[in-house]
């Protein structure tokens, strides 16, 4: 009883210890979401490694755990933007490392960079191991240093999809598709072996306008010519020497990290002893600023995901960012009705999803537009279904990098009954009172009666779509069609055949909306607002937006599929009904 009473007094002074320190913890992380007083002689640290989302995305469980490697461009745009504006900040330190991010999204994160300097401040980068995503960050610094042993990757662009029919066709299952657009290629994976020449050749052309892109702006920075950029690409950089990459001035410099340390005490005129002083891009973002009291207000909304008809559907409410008609509407009439709001800059970062959800979503954006101007800006793609909601904004934003269109629907139910029937071995019986009671059996595919009404239901939709596009953008249906066609398009070719009306990033679109609201003086207000960590801690969804995270961490490239595949559940209804970009787009 000695022992025992021993043991539970230890659990108790156990479970109060760790209390504590919990309490601790949490203070400590509440306080850190408070405002940042910056310190003179400070250098704003950005570390490009992880994934860039739109907005802050990590789950408090994850943050606890020691597993957040996400960067949010929200966040990344603020904080750079305050440096530039601080006195007490002397200069930006990048650190490359692995970073994934969309085309559009690294190249507006360079566009604030390139701001950034017209400060006159410094910007120094320095890498062990540069992506070629980081280094075409990184490629705009002043000075630009890589470690002596480092490796440097710069190999182009490729796209490489994964097709899944033979598997299916072994497992007995085969994939009945429904569709409008010849470049509607979302369907292919399931239904091809390799890609169709129609979606080789929107491939070809959207590859060939990022890169493009990407060339040309580092050939700016680097004082390189295009020419010798694809000729580096060329030579798998990525296992050259650093003496290679000097030679070829894709580097200034090569360094260790300790004389690069040294290197920013003399930028900081700071002595040998003295210490440096960083500022996370978490801490400069919420630092604080003085603000003048303004009356008129820019609302930006964020609307990033795939688009889902129900966001508290188990399957998709642990999911961060998705896009759902319930709140996204919500937060559209609150704005409509708010007189303080003179205008709203929608930012679309999603390649689709639910046609019927997206439907629900045009409509609010359209009663919004009546009264006050409305204003899309694209991020990373803003393409079929993401460019559905946005086809009737008052003016269209978008990167060069940025993908959009994607204008087709498409429908893709699984046929099982080989896999039931002939592989495990079930049977099924039926009785039923009309034709079609049965539709959607899981022993059988569909009837050819049954394929015809479900094409020409998927026929309808598309016609709806080109409608909403050609009453938005102002031009006849039939031109819509001759670009429509499930295509895809860069921003820079969506200008051309006027589906998007400017090229910029978000900055361009909030002056955009401004402009058309006619007030200069304005302050921008964010939607929906932003969930403290304590917040995000006691939500119900919390334990579920950890197990997804760590499933898109397991399944890496894998996850977008699995994904799209379990929230096609509702056979009979909106669900199946698809406007989305490829399941996979897997850019190398």
């Not at 802050?56 to 606890?64: N, Q, V």
């Not at 497992?171 to 390799?194: H, R, Y």
Request: negative net charge; proline residues 3%; charged residues 25%.
């Amino acid at each position: 009883m000695k022992m025992v009473g021993a043991t539970l007094v230890g659990l108790v002074l156990w479970t109060i210890v760790m209390f504590v320190f919990s309490i601790i913890g949490f203070a400590g992380i509440m306080a850190s979401e408070g405002m940042t007083d910056v310190e003179d002689g400070s250098i704003l640290r950005i570390t490009l490694n992880g994934e860039v989302t739109e907005r802050d995305e990590s789950s408090p469980l994850a943050i606890l755990g020691g597993d957040n490697e996400t960067l949010a461009l929200e966040q990344l745009l603020e904080a750079i933007d305050k440096a530039g504006k601080s006195d007490k900040v002397k200069g930006i330190y990048l650190e490359g490392g692995a970073l994934a991010a969309s085309p559009a999204m690294l190249q507006e994160l360079r566009q604030a960079l390139v701001k950034f300097k017209e400060t006159k401040k410094w910007i120094v980068a320095y890498g062990d191991t540069y992506t070629q995503g980081s280094y075409y960050i990184c490629s705009v610094a002043d000075e630009l240093y890589i470690n002596p042993q480092g490796m440097l990757d710069w190999h182009g662009m490729a796209a490489q999809p994964m097709f899944y029919t033979e598997v299916m066709k072994k497992l007995g299952v085969k994939m009945q598709v429904f569709k409008v657009g010849t470049f509607k290629s979302a369907v292919e994976p399931f239904i091809n072996t390799e890609m169709s020449e129609p979606n080789r050749q929107q491939v070809t052309s959207y590859l060939t306008s990022i890169w493009g892109n990407m060339v040309s702006e580092v050939a700016k920075s680097r004082k390189l010519t295009p020419e010798k950029l694809n000729a580096m690409a060329d030579t798998l950089l990525v296992f050259q020497s650093t003496d290679y990459l000097l030679k070829e001035k894709m580097v200034d410099k090569a360094k260790y990290k300790d004389e690069i340390r040294d290197l920013l005490k003399k930028k900081c005129d700071l002595d040998e002893d003295e210490t440096l002083t960083f500022v996370s891009v978490n801490e400069m973002a919420n630092s604080e600023v003085s603000l003048e009291k303004k009356d008129d207000c820019i609302a930006v909304l964020y609307a990033y995901g795939d688009i889902v008809d129900d966001a508290a559907n188990n399957m998709t409410r642990g999911m961060a960012g998705t896009i759902a008609p319930a709140p996204i509407n919500k937060e559209l009439d609150k704005l409509m009705n708010d007189d303080d709001v003179k205008a709203v800059v929608i930012r679309v970062n999603s390649g689709g999803g639910s046609a019927y959800a997206s439907e629900q979503i045009w409509r609010h954006v359209t009663l919004l537009k009546k009264k006050k101007p409305v204003v899309v800006s694209m991020g990373g793609m803003a393409a079929s279904g993401g460019y559905y909601i946005s086809c009737n904004a008052s003016k269209i934003v978008a990167e060069p990098t940025t993908l959009t269109g994607s204008i087709g629907i498409f429908g893709m139910i699984p046929d099982m009954s080989e896999l039931l029937t002939e592989k495990i071995g079930l049977r099924y019986d039926v009785v039923k009172t009309n034709a079609h009671s049965d539709f959607g059996a899981q022993d059988r595919p569909f009837t050819p009666e049954e394929g015809r009404l479900v094409q020409a239901h998927i026929e309808r939709g598309y016609d709806l779509f080109t409608r909403r596009v050609a009453e938005g953008r102002n031009i006849s249906q039939d031109s819509v069609k001759v670009i429509a066609e499930g295509r895809v398009w860069t921003g820079e070719q969506a200008k051309k055949i006027g589906l998007v009306d400017e090229l910029g990033n978000l900055e361009t679109a909030i002056k955009a909306a401004a402009k058309l609201a006619k007030t200069k003086d304005y302050v921008i207000a964010k939607y929906p607002e932003s969930s403290s960590f304590f917040e995000k801690l006691m939500s119900e969804n919390n334990d579920e937006g950890f197990m997804e995270s760590q499933l898109k961490s397991t399944l890496g490239e894998y996850y977008g599929t699995f994904n799209t595949i379990r929230n096609m559940k509702n056979l009979k209804g909106q669900g199946m009904i698809q406007a989305r970009m490829p399941y996979e787009l897997i850019i190398r």
